[in-house]
């Protein structure tokens, strides 16, 4: 079997293969961004721009300004989940639901509130940003990296992680 290397603009050869499936894991990806200030439900296509409920890979955007909460009524893959933006204070109700983002953010200046479900992957909080877990159902779990520069708050009465 033969491997090709691929050179890059600093002269660094890697596996073509590994390009390939790095083009392929993001070729695929849309970008959806949440535009309700009045809160809702993640499966409702309306609230999202593009229209269309996130498909799993997608890039999720959450930086509409104000506070609001988005009910998150299913399992959810994505490529990212970026929360931000001057004033973003957003609660994620994942009741016994799934959120597994390969690379998350909550920007300075924004809030991520998550409560009752799963997260799972890498996630960074900003310096600025401020990231709280809290609930009180039976299945709160956490499992990713976090990369902590800002304020991360522990609540509730029924946190694993």
Do not use: H
């Not at 083009?23 to 593009?50: Q, V």
Request: charged share 10%.
């Amino acid at each position: 079997m033969k491997i090709f290397l691929a050179r890059l603009g600093s002269g660094l050869a890697v596996p073509s293969c590994f390009l390939l499936t790095v083009l392929a894991m993001t070729a695929g990806a849309a970008t959806k961004d949440w535009n309700n200030a009045s809160g809702g439900s993640w499966t409702n296509a309306a609230n999202w721009t593009p229209a269309g409920v996130p498909a799993n890979g997608d890039i999720v955007n959450l930086t509409q300004a104000g506070s609001y909460g988005i009910s998150l009524d299913v399992n959810a893959t994505l490529a990212a989940l970026n929360v931000g933006g001057a004033g973003a204070a957003v609660v994620l109700t994942n009741a016994g639901r799934t959120i597994n983002a390969t690379n998350s953010a909550v920007k300075s200046g924004s809030q991520l509130l998550m409560t009752d479900g799963d997260l799972r992957g890498k996630l960074t909080v900003e310096a600025g940003g401020v990231l709280e877990f809290g609930g009180t159902a039976q299945k709160t779990m956490y499992s990713f990296t976090l990369v902590n520069l800002g304020k991360v708050l522990w609540s509730g009465s029924s946190l694993f992680g």
